[in-house]
């Protein structure tokens, strides 16, 4: 597992009763929004300088994956940990790492 120094851009985001599925912890799905919210906030901040960015340039999401290592539930805050963790010619990849205190 890739430790989190490794992924420099760190974020909280709180985890909302609303987050929550029918058995009381925190539906899959949403891992998945929260990524989206701190991948957005890192390329925001790191092309901040280039106003085309977003509106000439932008990225394509290819692939998303995540692997599940233990139950969440609300209320809680997520520490995220967010960067890249391999540039190629024409691709790159990022990695999210989603911690509930010791988890």
């Known amino acids: 597992m890739t430790q989190p120094a490794a992924v420099p851009h760190r974020v909280r985001i709180p985890v909302r009763w609303g987050d929550m599925d ?28 280039d106003k085309q960015f977003w ?31 391999r540039i190629g010619g024409k691709s790159f990849e990022t990695r999210a790492l989603m911690h509930d205190g010791d988890t």
Request: with cysteine; glycine share 8%; hydrophobic share 45%.
């Open 22 to 49: 029918a058995l009381g912890h925190v539906n899959n799905a949403r891992f998945f929004t929260y990524d989206e919210d701190v991948r957005l906030g890192f390329f925001s901040e790191l092309m901040a300088g």
């Open 55 to 85: 509106t000439e340039y932008g990225l394509i999401l290819a692939h998303i994956a995540c692997d599940f290592v233990a139950q969440l539930r609300a209320p809680t805050e997520l520490d995220v940990h967010y960067g890249l963790s």
